[in-house]
């Protein structure tokens, strides 16, 4: 489907009072706009087709491509130049910047603040309460948590802050709440445990912080 200046396959699914941007794709059995918990059960308890209930929908910014598979569920936000891969699911109370990658299969709990000019690779897992400042970088397959106690123990989830630039590698894995600071790199496999002050480097498990070379000490380039 074609409409106001970007393409909707016809068989993806808009919920909500969605927004779309100019230039903007969307993929098949894409999903834009899905009701967040509470709104799906008041859906169902009042016997409803999610068509016809009024809630808030997502806003996808312009010139920007949501691959098949995609869902992402209501109140997320996302700016200009927004790319998934595939099978991508991001849910409510996601604000995402400009010029921000999201690969294949990463799955977004909500509550999760983006900033500008990220790339977030594939299988990557980010729960809820998490901060991406912006130029970082997520290799595939690592874990953010933000649960210190699993269903032991009552703990405000706090998962981790990534400062601008900081860059994160392959199967990395990092612990609920810890910094990793501006320019700081996290090599892969590293489990981090505790804050990485700026531009240092975390390696190993449990991760040791050592002096980042000289030559790594710049922003990524995203």
């Given at each position: 489907?074609?409409?106001?200046?970007?393409?909707?396959?016809?068989?993806?699914?808009?919920?909500?009072?969605?927004?779309?941007?100019?230039?903007?794709?969307?993929?098949?059995?894409?999903?834009?706009?899905?009701?967040?918990?509470?709104?799906?059960?008041?859906?169902?308890?009042?016997?409803?087709?999610?068509?016809?209930?009024?809630?808030?929908?997502?806003?996808?910014?312009?010139?920007?491509?949501?691959?098949?598979?995609?869902?992402?569920?209501?109140?997320?936000?996302?700016?200009?130049?927004?790319?998934?891969?595939?099978?991508?699911?991001?849910?409510?109370?996601?604000?995402?910047?400009?010029?921000?990658?999201?690969?294949?299969?990463?799955?977004?709990?909500?509550?999760?603040?983006?900033?500008?000019?990220?790339?977030?690779?594939?299988?990557?897992?980010?729960?809820?309460?998490?901060?991406?400042?912006?130029?970082?970088?997520?290799?595939?397959?690592?874990?953010?948590?933000?649960?210190?106690?699993?269903?032991?123990?009552?703990?405000?989830?706090?998962?981790?802050?990534?400062?601008?630039g900081a860059s994160i590698g392959a199967?990395?894995?990092?612990?609920?709440?810890?910094?990793?600071?501006?320019?700081?790199?996290?090599?892969?496999?590293?489990?981090?445990?505790?804050?990485?002050?700026?531009?240092?480097?975390?390696?190993?498990?449990?991760?040791?912080?050592?002096?980042?070379?000289?030559?790594l000490k710049e922003l990524n380039r995203?």
């Amino acid at each position: 489907m074609n409409s106001s200046g970007f393409k909707i396959h016809n068989s993806s699914k808009i919920y909500g009072s969605s927004t779309i941007g100019e230039g903007t794709i969307i993929l098949e059995n894409a999903i834009l706009g899905y009701p967040e918990h509470k709104i799906l059960m008041d859906i169902l308890k009042k016997g409803l087709e999610i068509e016809d209930y009024d809630f808030p929908g997502c806003t996808i910014g312009p010139d920007s491509i949501v691959r098949a598979g995609s869902t992402i569920f209501s109140r997320v936000k996302t700016g200009k130049n927004f790319k998934t891969g595939h099978n991508v699911m991001i849910r409510e109370n996601t604000e995402i910047g400009n010029n921000v990658l999201i690969g294949t299969n990463v799955i977004i709990d909500g509550n999760v603040r983006i900033g500008d000019n990220v790339s977030i690779q594939g299988n990557v897992y980010i729960p809820t309460n998490v901060i991406i400042e912006d130029n970082v970088f997520i290799g595939p397959c690592a874990v953010l948590a933000n649960d210190k106690y699993p269903i032991r123990k009552e703990y405000p989830l706090k998962g981790p802050v990534l400062r601008k630039g900081a860059s994160i590698g392959a199967n990395a894995t990092l612990l609920p709440g810890v910094e990793i600071g501006e320019g700081a790199m996290v090599a892969g496999g590293a489990l981090v445990t505790k804050d990485i002050p700026s531009w240092k480097l975390a390696v190993g498990v449990p991760a040791k912080i050592l002096d980042l070379p000289g030559d790594l000490k710049e922003l990524n380039r995203i």
